[in-house]
């Protein structure tokens, strides 16, 4: 059974950071490209930040130079370091994996308070 589990989500105040994890279980995490979205009410689901299995990055236009992803395979999980965080960031994010097949996790809630 495959599980893509978030955490670390929270309440920030505007200009703070905070770094979400996603554990991945079931699959073959290296072999995997992992990603970061983002969904707020009423808008659709966007990528933030992907990284593939040889370790290549990239990111939105709205969250270069302020978030890194990350992953660890040897602990099958991801990161995302979010930095000088804006109210925009406000959102449900959500991990992805992707490779045969596109698993994704329940998400966790980031706010950011102005």
């Known amino acids: 059974q495959v599980q893509l589990v978030e955490s670390g989500g929270g309440l920030v105040q505007a200009g703070g950071s905070l770094r979400v994890s996603c554990a991945a279980s079931g699959i073959i995490f290296s072999m995997y490209a992992m990603g970061w979205y983002r969904q707020t009410p009423g808008k659709q689901r966007e990528l933030v930040a992907a990284i593939t299995s040889g370790g290549s990055t990239n990111y939105a236009d709205s969250v270069k130079g302020r978030f890194t992803i990350s992953r660890d395979n040897a602990k099958n999980t991801v990161y995302l370091q979010m930095n000088s965080l804006k109210p925009e960031d406000t959102a449900v994010y959500y991990c992805?994996?992707?490779?045969?097949?596109?698993?994704w996790g329940q998400g966790t809630q980031v706010t950011v308070s102005s």
């Open positions: 992805n994996a992707q490779w045969r097949r596109s698993y």
